[in-house]
Structures are given as C-alpha cells and as structure tokens.
C-alpha cells in the first residue's frame, strides 16, 4: 500500500515562498511510468492540478502557474518538494501530493491526506 504525506509550513506571508514535502511510503518515486503530482483546492473551489515530476525527473507544470512553481525530488529520502513563489492570499488552500500512472493531473490512485496553507501577514 503507498502511503502519501504532505509536510510543511501550514502560514505563509504574501510575497514569501510556500515549500511542501511529499514523503512516500509503500513504493519508490523512481519507479518506471508513475507520476507525482501536486493539487490544491482553495476554500470553496474545485481541485486544482499545480504540476508534476515523473518517475525519471522531468517536470510538467500548470500553464497557470508555471512562472512560479518549482517541483524537485530527493531519490535517496523518496520525497518530492512543491515551492511556489510570491504568493498571495489566493494561494491559500489544502495541498495534497498524489500519485499516477502513465500520464499527469488526473486518474490518481493514491493521495495523501493534504494540509492546509494559509497565506497572511
């Protein structure tokens, strides 16, 4: 069973960088033709599909919010890192890492639990 789950600062500051681990369990993030993705949903919206990092490292972003979005991993901690930029109370939102398979931003067959960020000063 893979286990997802989300860490990180749950108040951020407008202007200042939003940083989210996603720490797996259960299975490797290097294993061939999965995809790890990052998701938010703001308070009152749908889901919102932020990016991706594949089993080999190569990234895919929302058009929306590539200019801001960064997505890396540590192999050896079998972690993937969200960091978002100059964000503002829009950003607000619960973040969750999910995993799938073959392609990204949908069809996810594990999630983790999500935590919420709340951008103020």
């Known amino acids: 069973q893979v286990q997802l789950q989300e860490s990180g600062p749950g108040l951020v500051k407008p202007s200042q960088t939003l940083s989210l681990t996603c720490t797996v369990s259960?299975?490797?993030?290097?294993?061939?033709?999965?995809?790890w993705n990052w998701i938010r949903q703001p308070p009152g919206k749908g889901l919102e599909w932020m990016g991706a990092i594949h089993y080999s490292g190569g990234t895919y972003y929302s058009p929306s919010l590539e200019s801001r979005t960064s997505i890396s991993r540590d192999t050896s901690k079998n972690q993937f890192t969200l960091q978002l930029s100059s964000v503002t109370p829009e950003d607000t939102a619960v973040y969750y890492c999910a995993r799938s398979f073959g392609t990204w931003g949908r069809a996810y067959d594990f999630r983790g639990q999500g935590t919420q960020v709340t951008v103020s000063s």
């Open positions: 259960g299975g490797s993030i290097t294993t061939n033709y999965y995809y």
